[in-house]
């Protein structure tokens, strides 16, 4: 079973700071996508990067997937309240199954 | 993107008694729809994935008696916890995706059994 560890699980920083989440595995996925999740709700998709090396960006949102597809990291720049939320990454194995991380469960101070 | 939608949002049942929750894919036709579990402040763990017309696949350690999944449409698949005990109580997250892009989830159902 391909494994995605997620770091940091919990992070609270005030309103303006950066914060980085990662996501790591031993596995090569063949994409890896990022979701959000309201409590209560079920996943939102936010990216999927496909191609080693690979960097989106959604606003102040920043996606990066590393180059042997092992990995993938999440920036935010200038964090606001409205990005507190629980924050996965999900990689892609065989056949469209998802393997999810643990999740990051951040909380953006005002 | 894709709607998909599940019934009910929320379930309170008796323990002992079965509990049936619908995922409908609303503006696409679904190939594959995947069943997840979601415990208190963890993350989603796959149970089993659904094909259309076909018996669904499930993970390790999930008892398929206990969840009966029935993808009888592309746009429906029905979980039904059978002889649901207090420990099956979890937020029970389907989506749906077509020919291998992306899934698209539903919003969740919440199911507590007394």
């Known amino acids: 079973t391909q494994l995605l560890e997620q770091s940091p699980q919990f992070l609270s920083i005030q309103e303006g700071e950066n914060l980085t989440v990662y996501c790591n595995s031993s596995s090569v996925f063949s994409s890896l996508q990022w979701y959000r999740q309201e409590p209560g709700e079920g996943p939102v998709l936010l990216v999927t990067?496909?191609?080693?090396?690979e960097v989106k960006k959604l606003k102040r949102l920043t996606f990066q997937f590393g180059d042997a597809r092992k990995d993938s990291s999440l920036h935010i720049t200038a964090a606001q309240p409205g990005d507190t939320g629980l924050y996965l990454c999900a990689g892609a194995q065989g056949a469209q199954k998802l393997v999810f991380g643990q999740g990051t469960r951040l909380t953006i101070n005002p | 993107g894709a709607v998909v939608s599940q019934h009910p949002s929320r379930v309170i049942c008796k323990s002992g008694t079965s509990v049936k929750i619908e995922c409908r894919s609303l503006d696409f036709q679904a190939t594959t729809m995947f069943w997840y579990r979601q415990f208190p402040k963890q993350s989603l763990m796959l149970m089993a994935t659904?094909?259309?017309?076909?018996?669904?696949?499930?993970e390790q350690g999930v008892e398929k008696d206990k969840f009966l999944i029935n993808h009888a449409s592309l746009t429906l698949s029905t979980l039904t916890v059978t002889s649901a005990h207090p420990e099956d109580s979890s937020f029970y997250i389907c989506?749906?995706?077509?020919?291998?892009?992306?899934?698209?989830f539903g919003p969740g159902t919440r199911l507590l059994v007394l």
């Open positions: 989506s749906a995706t077509w020919e291998q892009e992306t899934q698209y």
């Open positions: 990067v496909v191609t080693g090396g």
């Open positions: 659904s094909n259309e017309g076909s018996k669904a696949t499930y």
